[in-house]
């Protein structure tokens, strides 16, 4: 299901018309052999699309434009081979509205010492010219991306295609729809939010139905469909009956296959990439949705329970920006800690919905009792977490503003069987420690809920708030508890 644009990255070039006509031929030729390395080194998951020279004021203004208008065009890398007088970017960078990446690298890597003369340097002066350009975007107060090295470094390239995962975030994000089935879970705080405000900040659509509305698409899926999803689950997953009767079991697996087809034909008919579900409100509907909720976030949808939009919403923005990589990211909640002295971890988990892309074994199908509503037993895929560093963010709206919180988590490996555990779950540690983290988490206000991935960092995530104009408190590694409580009092001063 989740299928975006065959994005392409813009690598316009700066320099001026005051250097003759042998020089700017051989700007080209060296932007040109940039690019074409660039797309040759596997490094980047999208292309890299060479433009014209941009030499003054017209020809730039140009670009940005047609690159606002290209729908392919996600963001556009900058890189300033001469000196490029700054004032002729104004126009253009004022006109621009997609994310930009100052690469500050030179066509050369080293000093030519045996041969270098004057014509050499006023070439080859991008330390020169890319102070220039910054002093301007700077001065604009323009969001973007500064990557320094040599082009042909790995490192360099791949922190270009990490930027490149966030700028199609940046991109995606401002047409996502989310659908609530129901509205949010009675009495909870921290799920809330403005919607309008969201759709303003991040361009988040979010509608919500009659949970009556989408149920009915659920009855109208035909036998033979629901068999037919329910032999696929049996030879995907494996089954672990545990005591009940074979069949009673497939009855209560094949309520999910119905709820799975009935749902996905609704978002696909209606549009909406993110859904949210609410156990206290399930009319029409046999089983709280689980293993169909955790198929379809497989599958690349955002999902929220107990009406969470804002997690749902952002689990979509986070799928987007992992298309293609393997590690996994899932809706996920803090349930309950390990506090051994030394070994402190989190248990992360959910009723049911927990996303089998961060599965490190093969997903098993269980069918228990839900502790919460009134349904009957919903079957579910269980399974632990792939080992690994992460991210959990949480986005909260603090009334006047919305703050995302990021940490950099380590899932490790789960040793220890938990036999009687009837939902997927994963082990981690918060950086800089449990003890810190969680302390830091409750006073930046974080959720319970995050949206959790085995594939982004936390640069990535802030890199994305910071274009979504939004505040953004990360807790890693360097987290004291003294300069977060003074970064949050200095945020609230900054973000109004
Ligand atoms: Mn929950």
Redesign the pocket.
Known sequence: MLKTKKYQFWFATGAQDLYGEDCLREVEEHSKVIVEELNKSKNLSYEVVLKPTLINQASIRRCFNEANADELCAGVITWMHTFSPAKMWILGLQEFRKPLLHLHTQFNRDIPYDTIDMDFMNLNQSAHGDREFGHMVSRLGIERKVVVGHWSEENVQKRIASWMRTAIGVIESSHVRVVRVGDNMRNVAVTEGDKVEAQVKFGWEIDAYNVTDVAEYVQAVSAADVNALTDEYYEMYDILLEGRDEKEFREHVKVQAAIELGFRKFLEENDYHAVVTNFQMLSGLKQLPGLAMQRLMADGYGFG??G?WKTAALLRVMKIMTEGLCNGTSFM?DYTYHLEPGKEVILQS??LEVCPSIANVKPAIKVNPLTMGNREDPARLVFTTKPGNGVACSLVDLGTRFRLIINDVTTLKQEIPMPKLPVASALWKPEPNLITGAEAWILSGGA??TAFSLDLTSEQMVDWGAMMGIECVVIDKDTTIRSLKNELRWNKAAFR
């Open positions: 329970a107990e969470d909640e959910h009723m319970h809920h």
